[in-house]
């Protein structure tokens, strides 16, 4: 999926960033005011992986959070840069991937964590990989934020991922809640796909 997304930032073509714009990123920001409820901005460390462009770690940084965001293909994280000077903010931009994150470049401690595109196009073993990387850096009282196509047939479209497959790569977390996402805005290519936000907290030992 890297080789595509590299592909398709060079020629512009880029829908998923209009997800913000439309119904999904409603819910989104509702789940994230979930986050914040009952407390005062600052409001501690977040970590956006995938995050392309900066639409979220931007999103994120307005309403009080000290971001990061990760992504593997520099001219979305040149764009990133541009779009958070353009709102005045000041999150932390590294080029990595998210299969193989380092704490020595990223940080760690991270109370929440985004995924909104990243886990569900990729292999087992990279899911796998992923939620290892993200269990070292993330607080012991972090959410996890991820967003999934359901799965089906769909050529370049990501394959998407079941509530199962989640869990099983995400060891030591629980599914406290899925949100349905109403994609019926979203373009031809994810006409009829559905997709949910599964908020996720490490499991109780």
Known sequence: MNVLYRLLYAIGYT???HMSEQAPGETVRVLIAQEEAGRLAPFGTALDL????GIWTVALSKRGWDVTGVDNVPKALKRASQRAREADVLPRF???DVTALNAGEIGSGFRLVLDFGCFHGLSAEQRTAESRGVTALAD?????????F???PRGQVPRGATQGEIEAAFLGWRV????????????R????????VYRLRRAAV
């Open 15 to 17: 829908p998923w960033e």
């Open 50 to 53: 995938g995050c392309g462009s």
């Open 94 to 96: 590294v080029q990595g």
């Open 140 to 148: 012991s009282d972090a959410t996890i934020l991820l967003l999934a």
């Open 150 to 152: 359901e799965p089906g």
């Open 176 to 187: 406290e809640d899925v949100t349905p996402l109403d994609m019926s805005g979203m373009g």
């Open 189 to 196: 290519r994810v006409r009829g796909i559905k997709a949910n």
